[in-house]
T-cell receptor
């Protein structure tokens, strides 16, 4: 089983829609979780961290479900500029300087 | 703004050649990383470094070596390039203690023929 799994998509949604992605992780001892965004042919950039209580940054909401070992990213009121690949990232337990990246979920927002 | 610069955007090499990929960051970051990104496999860590002259193997170090002689520069070396090393190579850096905020370079697409 992969350490971090994501649905590759693509998720094709109209502007203004709400869309959610999930990501599952295999190691229950994982401590830290993040979402990165990667535009086509560009480098990944940190979008947001995921906190145990859930957190919001504008139109983006991240949540963590430790019992089921998944994190989620919800995007409200989708914009064309949200089109990108969203990478789920989990730290390796007991080694906080190494991150495991998921293969990403591709989002395409259309007019 | 943090800038991580990789020396080449595209590189074509022949099997057996020695290949050097250079990465320079301008924000005095302690940590530097080399990843490769392949379709369906995501980003995989090759090597990382916490300090000058220090290096640690990542998940897929075979066939690669690294050098960090100065804090701002982290080089990836393919000792004898092979076709299975055709990939997108991404360098990243981060502050010590803020490991999750990686700043990536724009990547080098390496093709080994």
């Amino acid at each position: 089983r992969k350490e971090v799994e994501q649905d590759p998509g693509p998720f094709n949604v109209p502007e203004g829609a709400t869309v959610a992605f999930n990501c599952t992780y295999s190691n229950s001892a994982s401590q830290s979780f993040f979402w990165y965004r990667q535009d086509c042919r560009k480098e990944p950039k940190l979008l947001m961290s995921v906190y145990s209580s859930g957190n919001e940054d504008g139109r983006f909401t991240a949540q963590l479900n430790r019992a089921s070992q998944y994190i989620s990213l919800l995007i409200r009121d989708s914009k064309l500029s949200d089109s990108a690949t969203y990478l789920c990232v989990v730290n390796l337990p007991y080694n906080t300087d190494k991150l495991i990246f998921g293969t990403g979920t591709r989002l395409q927002v259309f007019p | 703004d943090v800038k991580v610069t990789q020396s080449s955007r595209y590189l074509v090499k022949r099997t057996g050649e020695k290949v050097f990929l250079e990465c320079v960051q301008d924000m005095d970051h302690e940590n530097m990383f080399w990843y490769r990104q392949d379709p369906g496999l995501g980003l995989r860590l090759i090597y990382f470094s916490y300090d000058v002259k220090m290096k640690e193997k990542g998940d897929i170090p075979e066939g690669y070596s690294v050098s960090r002689e100065k804090k701002e520069r982290f080089s990836l070396i393919l000792e004898s390039a092979s076709t299975n090393q055709t990939s997108m190579y991404l360098c990243a850096s981060s502050l010590a203690g803020l490991y999750e905020k990686l700043f990536f370079g724009s990547g080098t697409q390496l093709s080994v023929l």
